[in-house]
């Protein structure tokens, strides 16, 4: 099977028959669903654009595991040219879409466990690279979206998983089979989930003896029986249950979330991939996390793109752009965008081989990236609503502005740079609002602090992996220090 269509990706979700509680009513029709249109749209971009022959270089790719043609969102990277293809093709997604387009955590995941399934059979004798191999070669050929969940709930942050007052805080193994395991607990934040074909899930931090059932890992299909969905609220998000696309900013693209509840879910022993081999859940938290934090050095710089684009426009239908205190507003969001797409590729440029052939970033290089990706969009989005004016919170709505009575008003004292449409600036205007303070705020803001971990997480890598140790010695060896 090729690649899919962004029609034939919506149908196959469609025949998911996936079900969600969405503001206190459970939803039988997701696909068409309001809430939730915009944000399968914004997936479906990832299988348009590789039918684009404007991206279908950067977009397609040879399996390193068939050999076959697959989108790179399946890829298992095989040097560093792909790292730095993955981060170049998630910034034209984020110019695609201008949000978060979901599909990057599967990918992340996948080549996270690739390479510590292959280093785990090695230690311990397990049989799991083979078993995600087999996973993964169906996800490439079928051209599927997968979630990689593993954010738990973590209850009180002061207690290890087995200390908890309810240990499902941190999903488990409750019960071991013949033919697999049944496991409970929960996972928070799942970017895109309902838009998935699988979900891989895997633990959210190192496991300490006595943690075996916490330091699980395997793979089902996200319409697995006992798994439940309850969609997240974004600011603004019933502006898309309006008729108007107006007052949604980007009217026709969204992130989605969800908390994704395992309610003693079956998992099959051939889709396990850990199972208490304590050792490995580190590293595979570690790859993980360092892929995504390498993704935000493509996706939010993507989104910036737009964001920058915008405050120049606006800038221009203000009148302003001659300004220079504006041009240098502009300069300046510019030269944060670029730090972080920097960042990006420089992680990926320093990549190198595990010992299973796939590619790992170089991990101080991408904490360091998505540490900035902590800070920047929160300055870019400063000086977008600093250049934009405060028409960002006050400006009335779509519907008083197809009012007879009040729209005449709204466009004659709208209007500015006669060169524009007062209408036009207002789309611009909404972009903005969206972008920093709107639903399109979660992605571009929220999980550019949260997202593949927080700052801390980031510092604490830093400190690991600067080699402080190094440093000093060279000191002492420059001045002579015993
Ligand atoms: Fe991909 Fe970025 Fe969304 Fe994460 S935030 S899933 S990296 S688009
Ligand atoms: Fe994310």
Same mark, same amino acid.
């Given at each position: 099977m090729g690649l899919k269509t962004a029609e034939e990706y919506i149908e196959s979700v469609k025949d998911l028959g996936l079900q969600s509680?969405?503001? @206190?009513? /459970?939803?039988?029709? $997701?696909?068409?669903?309001?809430?939730?249109?915009?944000?399968?749209?914004?997936?479906?971009?990832?299988?348009?654009?590789?039918?684009?022959?404007?991206?279908?270089?950067?977009?397609?790719?040879?399996?390193?595991?068939?050999?076959?043609?697959i989108n790179r969102f399946t890829h298992i990277h095989q040097g560093t040219e792909d790292l730095v293809n993955k981060v170049k093709m998630l910034r034209v997604c984020g110019n695609a879409t201008a949000c978060c387009f979901q599909r990057c955590v599967g990918m992340d995941a996948a080549n996270a466990l690739f390479s510590v399934t292959y280093e785990c059979d090695k230690e311990h004798g397990t049989s799991y690279h083979k078993r995600f191999l087999d996973f993964w070669t169906r996800v490439q050929d079928e051209d599927l979206v997968v979630d990689g969940a593993m954010t738990d709930p973590k209850g009180d942050r002061g207690k290890?998983?087995?200390?908890?007052?309810?240990?499902?805080?941190?999903?488990?193994?409750? /019960? =071991?089979?013949?033919?697999?395991v049944v496991v409970r607990g929960a996972k928070l934040h799942q970017t895109g989930m309902?838009?998935?074909?699988e979900i891989i899930v895997m633990p959210t931090l190192t496991m300490r003896?006595?943690?075996?059932?916490?330091?699980?890992?395997?793979?089902?299909?996200?319409?697995?029986?006992?798994?439940?969905?309850?969609?997240?609220?974004?600011?603004?998000?019933?502006r898309k249950l309006?008729?108007? @696309?107006?007052?949604? @900013?980007?009217? =026709?693209?969204?992130?989605?979330?969800?908390?994704?509840?395992?309610?003693?879910?079956?998992?099959?022993?051939?889709r396990i991939f850990l199972n208490g081999e304590l050792d490995q859940v580190?590293? $595979?938290?570690?790859?993980?996390?360092?892929?995504?934090?390498?993704?935000?050095?493509?996706?939010?710089?993507?989104?910036?793109?737009?964001?920058i684009g915008a405050t120049a426009l606006i800038a221009k239908m203000n009148g302003l752009e001659k300004a220079t205190h504006i041009q240098d507003k502009i300069i300046e969001m510019i030269h944060l965008n670029e730090t972080m797409f920097a960042c990006g590729i420089a992680c990926s440029a320093m990549g190198g081989a595990t010992d299973s052939g796939c590619y790992l970033i170089d991990l101080l290089l991408a904490?360091?990236?998505? $540490?900035?990706?902590?800070?920047?969009?929160?300055?870019?989005? =400063?000086?977008?609503?600093d250049v934009a004016g @405060?028409?960002?919170?006050?400006?009335?709505?779509?519907?008083?502005?197809?009012?007879?009575?009040?729209?005449?008003?709204?466009?004659?004292?709208?209007a500015s740079n006669p060169e524009f449409d007062s209408v036009d600036r207002m789309k611009v205007i909404r972009l903005i609002e969206n972008l920093t303070i709107g639903a399109g705020a979660v992605s571009y803001l929220v999980e550019s602090m949260h997202g593949a971990g927080p700052p801390m997480a980031q510092r604490i890598m830093l400190r690991r992996q600067a080699g402080l140790e190094e440093k000093i010695r060279r000191v002492k060896e420059l001045l002579g220090i015993e």
């Amino acid at each position: 099977m090729g690649l899919k269509t962004a029609e034939e990706y919506i149908e196959s979700v469609k025949d998911l028959g996936l079900q969600s509680h969405i503001m @206190g009513k /459970e939803c039988a029709d $997701l696909t068409s669903h309001p809430l939730v249109r915009p944000s399968l749209k914004a997936v479906a971009q990832t299988y348009a654009l590789a039918h684009d022959p404007a991206y279908q270089d950067l977009m397609e790719v040879k399996s390193s595991i068939t050999g076959r043609i697959i989108n790179r969102f399946t890829h298992i990277h095989q040097g560093t040219e792909d790292l730095v293809n993955k981060v170049k093709m998630l910034r034209v997604c984020g110019n695609a879409t201008a949000c978060c387009f979901q599909r990057c955590v599967g990918m992340d995941a996948a080549n996270a466990l690739f390479s510590v399934t292959y280093e785990c059979d090695k230690e311990h004798g397990t049989s799991y690279h083979k078993r995600f191999l087999d996973f993964w070669t169906r996800v490439q050929d079928e051209d599927l979206v997968v979630d990689g969940a593993m954010t738990d709930p973590k209850g009180d942050r002061g207690k290890r998983p087995k200390d908890q007052l309810d240990p499902d805080l941190f999903l488990r193994v409750v /019960e =071991r089979k013949k033919d697999g395991v049944v496991v409970r607990g929960a996972k928070l934040h799942q970017t895109g989930m309902i838009n998935s074909h699988e979900i891989i899930v895997m633990p959210t931090l190192t496991m300490r003896p006595g943690e075996e059932d916490w330091a699980i890992c395997f793979a089902i299909p996200t319409n697995t029986p006992n798994v439940h969905y309850i969609y997240g609220r974004q600011s603004s998000d019933t502006r898309k249950l309006e008729e108007s @696309g107006l007052d949604m @900013g980007n009217p =026709r693209y969204g992130g989605q979330e969800v908390m994704t509840v395992f309610e003693d879910v079956f998992v099959p022993e051939e889709r396990i991939f850990l199972n208490g081999e304590l050792d490995q859940v580190g590293k $595979l938290v570690q790859r993980f996390a360092g892929y995504h934090r390498q993704s935000y050095g493509g996706c939010k710089v993507g989104v910036g793109d737009i964001l920058i684009g915008a405050t120049a426009l606006i800038a221009k239908m203000n009148g302003l752009e001659k300004a220079t205190h504006i041009q240098d507003k502009i300069i300046e969001m510019i030269h944060l965008n670029e730090t972080m797409f920097a960042c990006g590729i420089a992680c990926s440029a320093m990549g190198g081989a595990t010992d299973s052939g796939c590619y790992l970033i170089d991990l101080l290089l991408a904490n360091v990236c998505k $540490l900035n990706v902590t800070r920047f969009p929160f300055e870019l989005a =400063r000086l977008a609503l600093d250049v934009a004016g @405060g028409l960002v919170g006050t400006m009335p709505s779509a519907k008083d502005l197809n009012d007879p009575v009040t729209g005449p008003y709204i466009r004659k004292y709208l209007a500015s740079n006669p060169e524009f449409d007062s209408v036009d600036r207002m789309k611009v205007i909404r972009l903005i609002e969206n972008l920093t303070i709107g639903a399109g705020a979660v992605s571009y803001l929220v999980e550019s602090m949260h997202g593949a971990g927080p700052p801390m997480a980031q510092r604490i890598m830093l400190r690991r992996q600067a080699g402080l140790e190094e440093k000093i010695r060279r000191v002492k060896e420059l001045l002579g220090i015993e």
